[in-house]
C-alpha cells in the first residue's frame, strides 16, 4: 500500500511540474518572411495554436474582427490549419475557413471578403516534412520584427482572451470569376500546366478553361508526398517534364507552379526557360500602357535589362530587397503599378480604363492568365518570349554556411570588400555589384543559412571576369566557403 501511495505521489508531481513547464516557441521558426518549420518537430499544433492567439490578440490590437485561413495540399494541413483556427478563437475573432486553397485565394479572400486579414497554412516549395504561415494582419504582409513580435507576445502571455466562432466560405468560384471578369484572350490557346502535386493543381485547369484555354494537366493531382518532382518552377530541374511535353505535344506554352500557388514558372514550345525577371520585361511593358510613368520594382537578383527597359517605355524601376513580405511593403509606400522577384513571385497592382485590375499581392495563377492575355495577341507566343532581351547568366546559387554566418560575412564584405572596375556597389540587400557589362550579386538568405549568388553578363569573358573578382574576394574572408563556380 505504501508503495503504491508512492509511486502515486510520484506521478502527481510529475504531472503537475509537466503543466507548469512553458511550451518551448521555436526561435528559429519566425523568419523573416513568414513562419517556417519541420512538422512535429518544430512546428506542433500546439505550437501553431499558440501562434493563432498571438495572431488574434494582435488582429484585436488592430481593431480586426475577422481572419480568413486556409492550407495547401501538405499532408499536416487540414491538423495545423484546425490549431490555427482555435488559438485566433481563442481571442474572440470569427474565422473564415477557407479549406484547402492557394495562398493568393487567401490573399484574395482578404480582400473579396472585407476582412483584410489572412493566414495561409504553407511550407511553399520547402520540403514534404516542413509547414508554416504566411500572415496578413488589417492589410499588413507581416514580416521582420512584427513578426518576432508574435513570438514576443507568447513569451510575455499578452494575448486576449475571448469566445470566437468559425465558419466556412468556397471562395475558388468567387475568385475564378474574377479574373474571369479582368482577363480577356484574343484568342483559344493550348497550354501544358505543371503543378508538381501542388495545390495549384486543384485550380489552375478550371482557371485557365474558364479563360477559353485548353488546358494539359502535368501532375495536377494534390499529393503532397510530391512524388513526381518537386514543387518549384525556379530549378531547371524541375521544369524538364514540362519541357518534354511542349516539345511531344501540341500546347504551345507551358506554366509551371510552386507548392502554394503564388510562384509561376514559364516555358517555351521550344524548351526554353523563361525567367520571371524576363516575365517581368513582357508584363511592364504591357503594364505602363496602361499606367504611364507608373513604378516598377524588381529585386536585386533580377536582370540588369529591366531599368533601361522600364525607363524607355516612360516608367520608374526600383530596385528592392528580395521577399514577398518586403516588396509588398514597398508596394505600399510607393504606390507601384507592378513588382517582381526572380524566384517568380509577381505582384500586379495596375488599372486599365480607371479600374483597378488586382490587388498588389504575388499570385501566380493570376500572373499565368495575365501572361496569356498578352500572348494571344501574337501569333507566335514562343517567339514573342524568346525576343525579350537577354544575356549570358547563371540561376540562383548557394554557399552553404552556419546559421548566422552568412549575415555576418555579407556585412562585414559591405564594409571592407572593394570590386575593381565596378561603376555602382548597391547595398540594401547584400552587395550587387554593377560593372559596364554585366553584373554579380551575393546576399545573405532570411530563410536559411546560405548566401545567394547571382551573377549575368554580356558575354561569357566577362561573367568568368565578374565571378572570379568575387570568388577572390569571399575566399579571402572566408577560406573554407565551398563555392559554387
Not at 267 to 275: A, E, H, L, P, R
Request: charge should be negative.
Amino acid at each position: 500500500m505504501i508503495g503504491w501511495l508512492s509511486d502515486y505521489y510520484v506521478f502527481f508531481t510529475l504531472t503537475k511540474i509537466l503543466k507548469v513547464i512553458p511550451m518551448q516557441i521555436p526561435a528559429e521558426i519566425f523568419k523573416a518572411y513568414d513562419i517556417r518549420g519541420i512538422v512535429s518537430k518544430t512546428l506542433t499544433p500546439e505550437i501553431v495554436e499558440a501562434i493563432g492567439q498571438a495572431l488574434g490578440s494582435e488582429a484585436t490590437a488592430r481593431r480586426q474582427t475577422q481572419i480568413c485561413i486556409g492550407y495547401d495540399g501538405r499532408l499536416s494541413g487540414p491538423e495545423l490549419a484546425a490549431a490555427l483556427s482555435r488559438g485566433i478563437r481563442k481571442t474572440g475573432i470569427h474565422v473564415i475557413n477557407l479549406g484547402m486553397v492557394a495562398t493568393p485565394m487567401v490573399y484574395f479572400a482578404a480582400y473579396h471578403l472585407g476582412t483584410n486579414c489572412g493566414v495561409m497554412v504553407t511550407g511553399s516549395h520547402n520540403p514534404p516534412d516542413y509547414n508554416g504561415l504566411k500572415m496578413v494582419l488589417a492589410g499588413e504582409t507581416l514580416s521582420g520584427a512584427t513578426i518576432q513580435g508574435l513570438r514576443q507576445r507568447i513569451l510575455d502571455k499578452q494575448l486576449f482572451e475571448g469566445q470566437g466562432s468559425e465558419s466556412s466560405y468556397d471562395i475558388a468560384a468567387d475568385y475564378i470569376a474574377k479574373i474571369k471578369a479582368d482577363v480577356q484572350l484574343n484568342r483559344q490557346m493550348k497550354i501544358a500546366v505543371d503543378c508538381g502535386n501542388g495545390v495549384a493543381g486543384a485550380y489552375a485547369k478550371k482557371l485557365y478553361e474558364a479563360l477559353g484555354c485548353e488546358v494539359e494537366e502535368l501532375y495536377c493531382e494534390v499529393d503532397g508526398h510530391f512524388p513526381n518532382h518537386h514543387p518549384d518552377p525556379s530549378v531547371p530541374e524541375n521544369l524538364a517534364d514540362l519541357i518534354a511535353a511542349l516539345k511531344n505535344g501540341d500546347a504551345e506554352i507551358g506554366l509551371a507552379f510552386d507548392g502554394d500557388g503564388d510562384r509561376l514558372g514559364v516555358v517555351t514550345k521550344d524548351g526554353n526557360i523563361i525567367y520571371p525577371d524576363r516575365q517581368l520585361l513582357l508584363f511592364a511593358a504591357e503594364v505602363l500602357k496602361q499606367n504611364p510613368a507608373a513604378t516598377i520594382i524588381y529585386d536585386v537578383k533580377s536582370t540588369r535589362h529591366l531599368a533601361p527597359w522600364i525607363q524607355a517605355r516612360g516608367g520608374q524601376p526600383v530596385i528592392w530587397k528580395t521577399g514577398h513580405s518586403l516588396v509588398k511593403a514597398k508596394i505600399k509606400e510607393t504606390g507601384a503599378a507592378l513588382a517582381g522577384e526572380m524566384s517568380g513571385h509577381v505582384f500586379f497592382n495596375d488599372s486599365r480604363d480607371g479600374r483597378k485590375r488586382w490587388y498588389g499581392f504575388d499570385d501566380g495563377l493570376y500572373a499565368g492568365a495575365r501572361l496569356l492575355e498578352i500572348l494571344s495577341q501574337v501569333d507566335d507566343a514562343s517567339a514573342a518570349l524568346n525576343s525579350l532581351p537577354d544575356s549570358v547568366s547563371t540561376p540562383e546559387q548557394h554557399i552553404q554556411m552556419q546559421e548566422g554566418e552568412p549575415h555576418k560575412l555579407i556585412a562585414a564584405l559591405q564594409k571592407s570588400a572593394t570590386f575593381e572596375g565596378a561603376n555602382e556597389v548597391i547595398t540594401i540587400d547584400g552587395l550587387r555589384v554593377e560593372y559596364a557589362d554585366g553584373f554579380g550579386l551575393m546576399r545573405p538568405s532570411n530563410t536559411t543559412p546560405v548566401i545567394v549568388l547571382r551573377f549575368e553578363a554580356d558575354n561569357v569573358d566577362a561573367l568568368q571576369r565578374i565571378q572570379a573578382q568575387f570568388r577572390t574576394i569571399i575566399l579571402a574572408a572566408a577560406p573554407a566557403a565551398v563555392l559554387p563556380f
